[in-house]
């Protein structure tokens, strides 16, 4: 056995070993082998993840699961930085968190464009007025997000592409080429954006465990511990999430092609 396939069935096995407690966390309605299978796939999507230690790979997925996020691209992406899988909330698991908590009626966000027609209003009557008459491949000069609170009321954020810059330097995954910084800039933008509407909108606990989680993770860590100790082994067994007929809905959406030009443009 090869010595990347002998990794490989050590991070399914680690997966295995917690496919309990996987169980356990997840919230009601999703299921936990098509959760486990989405997890394991993300290995085959990004081999550099096999240089991590499974350990860390564990953390990011068992993240997932308590957030009740499926490790998909928009929602959640898992990341290596050095030996570390660190765990990124995209910033559609950012929206689904925010209306799951059953406080925000509406969220959205948008990135403008160079050419766009871009007007915000502060003061006691705030408002944003967007057209998006640019080209579609413009650089990016600002992102916002908004939020519908209720009763008529909307609270939005509006951040310049410094503002995106700075919090972009932060994240020590951002230059990697597998970055969804990289691969997909204008989604994590908008996540930018939402990840700062959060400070002004009533959170659930798990919109705050989210924050601290994607906090963590942007400094290149993983902090959470696994509450089932791990034993790992290299001999190959079947996993809990096999076997059985395969559902319709197992099959996951065809990923986001990545921006061609990367960057923030």
């Given at each position: 056995m090869s010595q990347a396939l002998v990794q490989?069935?050590?991070f399914t096995q680690i997966i295995a070993q917690q496919f309990k407690q996987i169980s356990s966390v997840l919230p009601e309605g999703m299921d936990p082998k098509r959760f486990c299978r989405l997890a394991t796939g993300l290995i085959d999507k990004n081999s550099a993840l096999l240089e991590c230690s499974p350990t860390s790979f564990a953390l990011a997925v068992m993240g997932c699961a308590e957030l009740g996020l499926e490790p998909l691209l928009g929602l959640a992406y898992v990341i290596p930085y050095k030996k570390v899988a660190t765990l990124q909330?995209?910033?559609?698991?950012m929206i689904d968190l925010a209306l799951r908590s059953g406080?925000?009626?509406?969220?959205?966000?948008?990135?403008?464009r160079e050419g766009d027609v871009f007007n915000v209003q502060y003061g006691t009557?705030?408002?944003?007025?967007h057209q998006k008459t640019g080209e579609k491949d413009n650089p990016v000069t600002h992102a916002y997000a908004c939020a519908d609170l209720g009763n008529g009321r909307i609270?939005?954020?509006v951040l310049d592409r410094d503002d995106?810059?700075?919090?972009?330097?932060?994240s020590k995954t951002a230059t990697r080429s597998d970055s969804p910084w990289q691969l997909w800039p204008e989604e994590m933008c908008k996540k930018t954006a939402v990840r700062a509407l959060y400070k002004y909108i009533p959170k659930s606990?798990?919109?705050?465990?989210?924050?601290?989680m994607d906090n963590t993770s942007v400094m290149g860590t993983q902090a959470a511990p696994l509450a089932t100790p791990v034993k790992l082994t290299i001999e190959p067994g079947p996993d809990p999430w096999d076997g059985g007929p395969e559902e319709?809905?197992?099959?996951?959406?065809e990923d986001p092609k990545p921006d061609k030009k990367g960057g923030l443009v």
């Amino acid at each position: 056995m090869s010595q990347a396939l002998v990794q490989k069935e050590m991070f399914t096995q680690i997966i295995a070993q917690q496919f309990k407690q996987i169980s356990s966390v997840l919230p009601e309605g999703m299921d936990p082998k098509r959760f486990c299978r989405l997890a394991t796939g993300l290995i085959d999507k990004n081999s550099a993840l096999l240089e991590c230690s499974p350990t860390s790979f564990a953390l990011a997925v068992m993240g997932c699961a308590e957030l009740g996020l499926e490790p998909l691209l928009g929602l959640a992406y898992v990341i290596p930085y050095k030996k570390v899988a660190t765990l990124q909330i995209g910033y559609q698991g950012m929206i689904d968190l925010a209306l799951r908590s059953g406080r925000v009626h509406g969220i959205w966000a948008d990135v403008v464009r160079e050419g766009d027609v871009f007007n915000v209003q502060y003061g006691t009557t705030r408002s944003i007025d967007h057209q998006k008459t640019g080209e579609k491949d413009n650089p990016v000069t600002h992102a916002y997000a908004c939020a519908d609170l209720g009763n008529g009321r909307i609270t939005f954020v509006v951040l310049d592409r410094d503002d995106i810059e700075r919090r972009m330097a932060v994240s020590k995954t951002a230059t990697r080429s597998d970055s969804p910084w990289q691969l997909w800039p204008e989604e994590m933008c908008k996540k930018t954006a939402v990840r700062a509407l959060y400070k002004y909108i009533p959170k659930s606990a798990q919109m705050m465990a989210a924050v601290e989680m994607d906090n963590t993770s942007v400094m290149g860590t993983q902090a959470a511990p696994l509450a089932t100790p791990v034993k790992l082994t290299i001999e190959p067994g079947p996993d809990p999430w096999d076997g059985g007929p395969e559902e319709a809905e197992d099959a996951t959406p065809e990923d986001p092609k990545p921006d061609k030009k990367g960057g923030l443009v």
